[in-house]
């Protein structure tokens, strides 16, 4: 599959990137298409009503956004007719999610403001099919900037998937659970 290994981004698409993000993670019909049941877009509707909206955006435009985006959001389909959105969703896509198992660590990456909720229910997804988990704690600190001062949770997956959740793992290296209760985060 398609997936972005880059670390750059190109910066000059970056607009028209977010709102690749927002048609293909959580609402299609912006631009008036449709997503199969596992999230894949048809890249020749994604690209006219991208057009249509205002934005001017190729084959070879989003071929590059794809592919020099630093997330790896997104993925093609092996002959490049199709594309979606990694994870992320808020709308309800099966993305073939495979169950894996997890290292016995994760982290995530959230606002410091939110520690006492979190403290008192876990990690919800929050409008999203899955809360987002990363490998190592420099990746969840930067996730945990976006929402202000960062504060990075320490998560007992192994533990976690022992006692019975299931974990994914994204195309674009991002663990996936449903949720996770308090009693497996420690701050970091």
């Given at each position: 599959m398609g997936r972005n290994n880059g670390n750059k981004s190109s910066g000059k698409y970056d607009k028209t990137s977010k709102f690749i993000s927002l048609i293909l993670r959580h609402n299609p019909g912006v631009i008036g298409i449709k997503l199969d049941k596992n999230g894949w877009a048809d890249v020749q509707e994604l690209i006219a009503g991208i057009?249509?909206?205002?934005?001017?955006?190729?084959m070879d435009i989003l071929d590059e956004i794809v592919r020099t985006d630093k997330k790896g959001r997104y993925s093609f389909n092996n002959d490049k007719t199709k594309i979606r959105?990694?994870?992320g969703h808020s709308i309800s896509v099966?993305?073939?999610l495979e169950e894996k198992e997890p290292p016995?660590?994760?982290y995530h990456g959230t606002a410091g403001r939110f520690l006492p909720g979190i403290r008192e229910e876990g990690l919800k997804p929050m409008g999203r099919l899955y809360?987002?988990?990363s490998i190592d704690a420099k990746t969840?600190?930067?996730?945990g900037k976006r929402h202000g001062k960062p504060a990075v949770l320490k998560v007992h997956s192994g533990e976690m998937y022992r006692h019975g959740n299931k974990f994914y793992l994204s195309e674009n290296n991002v663990w996936l659970v449903k949720k996770v209760e308090s009693k497996y985060l420690e701050e970091f």
């Open positions: 057009n249509k909206a205002g934005s001017k955006i190729n959105a990694n994870q099966d993305v073939e016995e660590i994760l809360v987002h988990l969840a600190e930067t996730v």
